[in-house]
């Protein structure tokens, strides 16, 4: 049973499209985050999202929009992507509405690669 | 922009403990200290945190020093598959510009 999934595990696409990756946790956690993991490695926080709040690392481009359905579901859309946008992004949960207090459970991440 | 400091590499030998450590000078007093740890393909997978006192769990010991600027993630015996990439971070509700650190590629050695 897979606690934190994210679809699609690959995503090839173009310059200037939109593309979403979705993510679900059946954990029950509170609060959902999205990272970027670049060619070098570093993993940096873009959004964590809980019932009551949206965190936005202010370096994110505003391309970048979470949507969350439902507090078991947290996706990522991107428009305009660019080629700095090919990474590996992971979606996380934890429980607790001050996530940070708690461990993280991470999704296997969704390699993007714009061409 | 991140604000821990860890070694690039560290080596082991298996079942000896390895003693990974962190610096943290400018943390707060509500960061959190995090442990994750990754694998090549994988995404990152947690392994202990703590506030001030240390702390102990099935995987690993966190030793938080007495004026938190530093912390050392302890593996009480090292076993070939806790080769990985070590991430100390500080989590906390400020954390607006998180970025984990290039961490420590801890190598074991049969």
């Known amino acids: 049973d897979t606690a934190v999934s994210q679809t699609p595990k690959y995503l090839v696409t173009q310059m200037g499209n939109d593309k979403s990756i979705k993510c679900e946790q059946n954990?029950?956690?509170?609060?959902m985050y999205w990272y970027k993991q670049d060619s070098k490695k570093f993993l940096k926080i873009m959004f964590s999202y809980n019932n009551k709040e949206l965190i936005i690392n202010e370096t994110v481009p505003n391309r970048f929009s979470p949507k969350s359905p439902d507090k078991a579901h947290l996706n990522l859309h991107i428009n305009s992507l660019e080629l700095g946008d090919s990474a590996v992004y992971f979606c996380?949960?934890?429980?607790?509405?001050?996530?940070?207090?708690?461990?993280?459970?991470f999704g296997p991440g969704t390699r993007l690669t714009v061409t | 922009d991140a604000k821990t400091t860890q070694p690039n590499s560290m080596e082991s030998n298996e079942e000896e403990p390895v003693h990974l450590p962190c610096n943290h000078s400018t943390i707060s007093g509500t960061d959190y200290i995090h442990w994750y740890r990754q694998l090549p393909s994988q995404g990152p997978e947690y392994v202990i945190h703590g506030l001030t006192s240390n702390v102990n769990n099935r995987m690993a010991s966190l030793a938080i020093a007495e004026d938190r600027k530093s912390s050392t993630l302890i593996l009480h015996r090292a076993t070939l598959r806790d080769a990985a990439v070590y991430y100390c971070i500080l989590l906390s509700g400020s954390a607006r510009q998180l970025t984990f650190g290039s961490g420590t590629q801890l190598t074991v050695l049969p």
């Open positions: 996380a949960s934890s429980r607790g509405v001050e996530g940070w207090a708690y461990e993280q459970y």
């Open positions: 954990l029950g956690h509170d609060t």
